[in-house]
T-cell receptor, first 115, second 109 residues
């Protein structure tokens, strides 16, 4: 257990529905990253925050995806009008800048299945 | 592009040594990480290299050559529980990590 928590751990939804995932970081970690991972692939970067500021968004992040970190602590990732191609593991990772290598520690992930 | 290459699959025998290689584009390089990922679980941090040389942590060691754009993860005294995917990830000029597709290691008795 890295101390990063994610909720829910599993989500099954029907195509067209909206879903929201939450990530709670290690308390002193002010950088928070979202990644998406599909079977047989490594995690792909989606977006990241430093405190409450969203600093970078991947081109993978379509208009249907939005992420927030309103108070610089927990973060949410929302997917609107889900599509079957959104089925994946959504991983949150947090980092303490200036720590060893600025290592990212991952939460357990939210596995999304869109029917 | 920011390409990372690592073998897709490897097999080894319990008690043996295995070396998993990773090559990457050198321009803008700012650190390399190895993660272990068991099926259905999140990646867990194994090692970090930013300078040339070998970093040893118990049964696991990681090596980096910056000029060659090359790293390897060395696993000694393999155990069945080491069966997992091993992800090579590189940080270039930004904060995010770019991951390879992972090397799936199967350890046989």
């Amino acid at each position: 257990d890295t101390g990063v928590s994610q909720d829910p751990r599993h989500k099954i939804t029907k195509r067209g529905q909206n879903v929201t995932f939450r990530c709670d970081p290690i308390s002193e970690h002010n950088r928070l990253y979202w990644y998406r991972q599909t079977l047989g692939q490594g995690p792909e970067f989606l977006t990241y925050f430093q405190n409450e500021a969203q600093l970078e968004k991947s081109r993978l992040l379509s208009d249907r995806f939005s992420a927030e970190r309103p108070k610089g602590s927990f973060s949410t990732l929302e997917i609107q009008r889900t599509e079957q191609g959104d089925s994946a593991m959504y991983l949150c990772a947090t980092e303490l800048p200036g720590g060893e290598g600025e290592t990212q520690y991952f939460g357990p992930g939210t596995r999304l299945l869109v029917l | 592009g920011q390409n990372i290459d690592q073998p897709t699959e490897m097999t080894a025998t319990e008690g043996a040594i295995v070396q998993i290689n990773c090559t990457y584009q050198t321009s803008g390089f700012n650190g390399l990480f190895w993660y272990q990922q068991h099926a259905g679980e999140a990646p867990t941090f194994l090692s970090y290299n930013v300078l040339d040389g070998l970093e040893e942590k118990g049964r696991f060691s990681s090596f980096l050559s910056r000029s060659k754009g090359y790293s390897y993860l060395l696993l000694k005294e393999l155990q069945m529980k080491d069966s997992a995917s091993y992800l090579c990830a590189v940080r270039w000029d930004t904060d995010k990590l770019i991951f390879g597709t992972g090397t799936r290691l199967q350890v046989f008795p």
